[in-house]
Structures are given as C-alpha cells and as structure tokens.
C-alpha cells in the first residue's frame, strides 16, 4: 500500500526536477551567431523562452539571460496570459532596447531603477551597456542587474545578469564582465557610425 | 496568521513611507469608517493596479495604480467605502467560514507562506471572491458611508465606468472575462445601481483639489509604473481621460506620448509629438519630454530637430543616469 502512496510523490517530484545541464570553461556557442568564452562553468537551465537562461547560484538567486540573435517582431520573454508582450524591433534606439528589458523585468510589479546607460561594445558591434537596481516582488528581495547588448544584421545580442545586491551581486560580476569582453557576435555585416536610416533623406 | 502577513507588509520595500500620504489616505478611511477607526490600518502598496482590499483583521491596502487612477478624494473614497462596506457585514468572514472558500483561502495563505510580501497579500485581496450580492451591498454601504462622510456619491459610478473604458481599450479585451468582473456584478448594472443610489443621496464634495495637491508629488512615479506595464491601449484610454480632467499637466502629456512612441504603430510617432510639444509648454514639463521629442525626430530623419531635442535634454538633466547613451545619439548625429 505504501508503494501505492509514494508513486505519486515520487512522479510530483520527477516532475519538479528542471533539466540542467553544465556549461563548461572556454569558447561556448550560444545558438548560431554568437560566441562566448567562459573562465568558469555555468549552470544552464532548460527553458522555453527567446533566451539561454544559465545561473551559478541556482535560480531564483541569479540569472543569466542570454539572446542570440533575436529578430525583428520577437518577444522577449516567453509569451503567457493575456499581457501585451515586449517586443524587439530591429529599428529600436539601444534606450528603446534596455526600456524592453525594463519593462520585462517589472511585468510580475518589481520596481526597476536604472542607474546607468552607456554606449558599448559587444561582440564587436557598438551596442549598450546598462545597470539597475531591482526590487523582486514576489520577495522584497533587492537585486543589481547589469545588461550589454547590441544589434547585429538586424538582430539581438544580449546579456542581462541580475543577482541579489548583497554577496551575489558582486561575486559573479567580473565573470559576466570576462564574458561580455570575450564575446563575438558573427557574420557582422560593415557597421557605419550614423546607421544608414539616419541620413537625412 | 494575518498579523503575520501584516508585520511582513510593514517591512516590504513596496510600501509608500510617505507619513504625509498615508495620514491623508488613513484620515479618508477614518471619516469612512465612523466609529470603526481605530480598526482599520491603512497601508500604500507601490503597485500599478487598480485595487484595494481590506482583511478581516482591519489590514488595509491601496495600491498606488488605483491612487493613480482616482481623479478625486471621493473617487478613492467610493473604493474604500467598498472595502470597508464588506468589512463591516464581516462578508470575508463570512465567505471563509464557507467550507469551500475555507479550502480555497488554505491555498492562498499557503501560496503566500511560499511567496511571502505583498505579491501574497494582492492574491489574498483578489483571492477572497464575494458573491454578486454581497458586492452589490458592499456597494450600497460604501455608497452610504460616502454620503454620512459628505462625499459626492456619484462619483462611485464614475469609477467603475472609467474602469470599463481602460478594459474595453485592451485589444480583444471583454470585460465580462476580465476576472474582476468576473466576480462583480457586470459593470453597467452596477453603475446605474450606483448612479441610482446617488440620486437619493445628492450633495456633497468630490475634494478633487485637495486630492491633487497631497499625491501632485508622487503623480511621476505613479504614471513612470503605468508606462513600464506595457499595455498600451489600456494606458492611452487612461492617460486621455487623465488629460480631459487635467490638459494643462504636462505628466499625463507626456507619458501618453512616451507610449505611443513606445508602441511605434502607424501615426504613434505623429501622436507622440503633439503629446511632448504640448507637455513642454506646460509648466514644470518633465526633462524627458526632450530626449522623447529627439528620438522622434531622429526616426523621422529631422536630424537638426533632433539634435536640438537632444541637447536640451541633456542640459535639463545633466546627471541622468542615460546622459552618457544621450551624449552619444549626439555624436552620432553630429555637432
């Protein structure tokens, strides 16, 4: 009878276990334009959504959120519920782009604070880099984000790492930095300082 | 179990700490609330939904998208009396002593034990469904005690049919499958009862100036949340019916335009404009108004236009944490 009992448990349980795999150190692809060089391993998380999701301390305490190539007309989170989603378009201004972010990362009513936005490079392509403060709803937990990104051939590159402000923060930032520096973005078409759409016509 | 959900919503970073608000909220609660004062706790949540609810134990929160959206004192009031018009037939009692809702509210506080803060206590709030009746009788008592209040009773009826006008705007939005009113009596049998309810009540004060000058300083951050939703035709019937009550603010202007340059569909970026020229010519005009009216003018190719929106951006907010990303669309776009 007992058996009987446990196997419901015991399938609830196989059902919870998310499917994690290890990224390991060196040059790692991440889908088909984008390379990154890890000097460390990284846990990566099985998920549905637009973005790699990978995380050192285990989810919810830090997260890694990596877009390879998103195109124009893509949400950027997985679509649920009836909410208008946050759309990238390839025409979007790098503040346009973090505001995305913004709003995704305020969707559950998290308060969001940018405290920096500033031209940068990533992958080999001039894009963004930005930072923020975060206060998670679900538990008052206050985090600090960090984001680079740039579009490339009309799609998305990017990297958003957000970890609680206090210990974790601060213990995997340089790692997310070493990556963002060691990243290349492939298949780059001639980049112009005033993109073409600029031009007075 | 609610005292400890109570102390956890004291301690939560979304709590407004303004004592100046909250006395003024808690003072409207209070003249509501007669003799039953001294039970009710009023407590401001930062979050960008329309609500208030009020638990068994007098904890009571508002939340800053319904401070938002109340255009007076006796709009919040109509809400409030509500609440406290299902507190005062002990209505949440009543439904937890259901043994179906009894199961119902385990899994709530069992939810909230999990989430904690105030994420839990907004499922509470939405969590306990009353019935139909004992919503329209909540209504008759919040109606009730607006007027012993000396509030204008009619302006219950307008809440609920602005509420309408901001579901109706959601694309495919039906606001009889909207789960608010879901739960509530439809929404043009409750106005008309309500509306009804005001004509045997007449007189009374909407306190609409007092009500903007105690929240004029929080109006920013209110609309900034409202912007960060994401719903933009939810957030165009808001902002406008915001500016027919107030055209002269240029914060609703101007977070109207944010969103229609935001969305970026056909005309958005001609929208978008007005809404910023006609922002900066409002006093005190939010300096974002500039690099809104830059990025405009730069997607419509007027770079001179653009340049100049830019740089007086910049000038109005030299330390704004995207000036640097400001300074280099500058540079982009040359000198």
């Not at chain 1, 210990?167 to 298949?187: D, L, P, S, W, Y």
């Not at chain 2, 109340?70 to 002990?90: F, S």
């Not at chain 2, 108004?289 to 830059?294: A, E, T």
Request: proline share 6%; charged share 20%; glycine share 10%.
């Amino acid at each position: 009878m007992k058996k009987y009992l446990l196997l419901p448990f015991v399938l609830w349980l196989a059902g919870c276990v998310t499917p994690v795999m290890t990224m390991q150190s060196g040059e790692q692809p991440v889908g088909d334009r984008l390379v990154i060089a890890l000097d460390g391993s990284w846990n990566r998380i099985k998920t549905t959504g637009p973005a790699q999701q990978w995380t050192m301390e285990g989810l919810p305490i830090d997260d890694l959120m990596i877009y390879s190539g998103l195109k124009d007309g893509e949400a950027i989170h997985a679509i649920s519920g009836s909410a208008k989603p946050f759309v990238f378009h390839s025409v979007m201004l790098p503040d346009e782009i973090i505001s995305l972010f913004e709003g995704m990362l305020t969707r559950d009513g998290s308060t969001f604070q940018l405290t920096k936005s500033e031209p940068a490079t990533f992958g080999g392509v001039k894009g963004y880099h930005f930072e923020f403060k975060l206060v998670r709803k679900v538990d008052s937990v206050e985090l600090t984000g960090l984001g680079y990104g740039a579009v490339s051939n009309g799609e998305l590159f990017s990297v958003v790492y957000v970890a609680p402000r206090i210990t974790f923060f601060a213990r995997h930032q340089g790692r997310v930095e070493n990556m963002v520096r060691g990243a290349q973005i492939k298949g780059i078409q001639p980049a112009t300082v005033v993109p073409a759409s600029l031009s007075p016509s | 179990m609610m005292d400890r959900e109570e102390t956890r919503l004291r301690r939560s970073p979304f709590l407004i700490k303004d004592p100046g608000l909250h006395d003024y909220v808690q003072g409207i609660a209070c003249r509501l609330g007669g003799d039953h004062c001294p039970d009710i706790r009023v407590y401001l949540v930062h979050t960008p939904y329309f609500n208030a609810s009020m638990a068994p134990n007098g904890m009571m929160q508002v939340w800053s998208g319904l401070m938002l959206r109340a255009d007076n004192e006796a709009q919040l009031a109509a809400v409030l009396g509500h609440e406290i018009g299902h507190y005062l037939a002990r209505h949440s009692v009543d439904r937890l002593r259901d043994a179906k809702t009894r199961t119902a509210f385990a899994s709530i506080f069992s939810a909230f034990g999990l989430v904690g803060g105030v994420v839990g206590l907004g499922v509470l709030g939405a969590g306990i469904t009353y019935t139909q009746n004992q919503e329209r009788e909540a209504d008759r008592m919040g109606a009730l005690l607006m007027h012993k209040a000396g509030y204008d009773t009619a302006e219950s009826a307008k809440v609920w049919s602005d509420l309408l006008l901001e579901l109706e705007a959601k694309p495919g939005g039906d606001p009889s499958k909207n789960s608010f009113f879901a739960s509530h009596p439809p929404a043009e049998e409750r106005q008309q009862a309500l509306m009804q309810l005001a004509q045997s009540m007449p007189g009374g004060t909407t306190s609409a100036v007092e009500w903007r000058e105690k929240t004029s300083a929080f109006r920013r951050e209110w609309l900034q949340d409202e912007l960060k939703r994401g719903q933009s035709e939810e957030s165009i019937a808001l902002l406008t019916r915001k500016i027919a009550v107030e055209p002269e603010q240029p914060d609703y202007l101007y977070i109207r335009g944010e969103v229609h340059r935001l969305r970026a569909a056909a005309g958005d970026y001609d929208a978008a404009l007005a809404d910023y020229q006609a922002a900066a010519l409002g006093a005190g005009a939010p300096p974002e108004v500039w690099r809104g009216m830059g990025t405009v003018y730069r997607a419509r190719h007027e770079i001179p236009e653009a340049r100049a929106s830019y740089r007086s951006y910049v000038e109005a907010a030299p330390r704004a944490p995207d000036v640097p990303m400001i300074k280099s669309y500058l540079e982009e776009l040359g000198q």
